[in-house]
C-alpha cells in the first residue's frame, strides 16, 4: 500500500526511474506534447475533459512523491500579446503549492523558447498532459535527491 498521493501506476515507474537532474513537464492542454519533448521522454496523457485534470492539481500530487530542486514555467515572451497582462493567474496558485511543499522552492520563469529547448533535452524523462486550460500554465520540475 502507498504512502504518497500519487497513485497513477505509470507515472509512478517514470519517477521511480528518474534520477537527480531529470525533467517532468506538466503541460497544459495547449501544450504540444507531441512533438516539444525530449528524445527519452514518455507522455501520460491525462486530458479526461477540459479542465479535468489541471496543472496545480499534478503539481500538487507530484511534489508529495518526488524530491524537487527546480520548478519553471513558461515565461512570456515580453512582444507576445499576453505580456501586457503581467503575470498569468495560474502562476500564484503554483507558487502556493510549491511553498506548502517546501518553502526554499521557488517559481522561475523560462522565456517560451528556451523552455521548449529545456523540455527538448536528453534529460526530459515525462510529460504529464492535462486539460488545464489556463494559459501559460506549463511547469517543468527539476527532480532532486532523496536525502536523510
Known amino acids: 500500500m502507498l504512502k504518497t498521493t500519487l497513485l497513477h501506476p505509470d507515472i509512478l515507474r517514470v519517477c521511480a526511474r528518474a534520477g537527480h537532474h531529470a525533467k517532468i513537464l506538466i ?17 501520460v496523457s491525462l486530458n ?13 500530487t507530484l511534489l508529495t512523491a518526488v524530491p524537487v530542486d527546480a520548478i519553471n ?7 507576445d500579446p499576453y505580456a501586457k497582462f503581467g503575470e498569468p493567474p495560474a502562476w500564484a496558485e503554483f ?5 506548502d511543499a517546501n518553502p526554499a ?44
Not at 514555467?73 to 512582444?79: H, L, S, W, Y
Not at 507558487?95 to 511553498?99: E, L, P, S, V
Not at 533535452?121 to 536523510?148: E, F, M
Request: charged fraction near 20%.
Open 27 to 43: 503541460a497544459d492542454g495547449n501544450y504540444p506534447a507531441s512533438t516539444k519533448r525530449g528524445p527519452h521522454a514518455e507522455v
Open 48 to 60: 479526461l475533459a477540459p479542465g479535468v485534470v489541471t496543472v496545480a492539481q499534478v503539481l500538487r
Open 73 to 79: 514555467t513558461m515565461g512570456i515572451p515580453p512582444d
Open 95 to 99: 507558487r502556493a503549492i510549491a511553498t
Open 105 to 148: 522552492l521557488k517559481i522561475e520563469p523560462i522565456l517560451k523558447w528556451d523552455f521548449y529547448r529545456a523540455v527538448e533535452s536528453p534529460d526530459h524523462v515525462l510529460t504529464i498532459q492535462t486539460a488545464d486550460q489556463a494559459l501559460w500554465a506549463n511547469v517543468l520540475l527539476t527532480v532532486g535527491c532523496r536525502t536523510a
